[in-house]
Nanobody, 123 residues
Framework: QVQLVESGGGLVQPGGSLRLSCAAS????????MAWYRQVRGKEREMVAE???????NYLDSVKGRFTISRDSARNTGYLQMNNLKPEDTAVYYC?????????????????WGPGTQVTVSS
């Protein structure tokens, strides 16, 4: 099977930076669409950044100019560089990826989610 694991979260002061990573493991042929979402307790999960297989990106308006999504296809790893962080960026951040992989008895493609990583922006 396939697993996604996020890392890089933590506590940072306003104006600071963090770089989140999303490492995919398993019998992977390729990773297409990737995205980062975030969720605050009691609120709906929201899309923060998207990256298509072809390299097109899309960002939540409130993070445009501050966050950058990227990937290293050779390492099956995605990234979210977050600069000039604000208290309102505090949330659990989740990685989502559409993965082409070897299932038990067939080749398959589906979306996977990581367990999330906490980002807290506070002085």
């Amino acid at each position: 099977q396939v697993q996604l694991v996020e890392s890089g979260g933590g506590l940072v002061q306003p104006g600071g930076s963090l770089r989140l990573s999303c490492a995919a493991s398993g019998s992977i042929f390729s990773i297409g669409f990737m995205a980062w979402y975030r969720q605050v307790r009691g609120k709906e999960r929201e899309m923060v950044a998207e990256l298509s297989r072809g390299g097109s990106t899309n960002y939540l308006d409130s993070v445009k100019g501050r966050f950058t999504i990227s990937r290293d296809s050779a390492r099956n790893t995605g990234y979210l560089q977050m600069n000039n962080l604000k208290p309102e960026d505090t949330a659990v951040y989740y990685c989502n990826a559409r993965v082409d992989y070897q299932d038990i008895d067939r080749r398959a493609t589906r979306d996977f989610w990581g367990p999330g990583t906490q980002v807290t922006v506070s002085s």
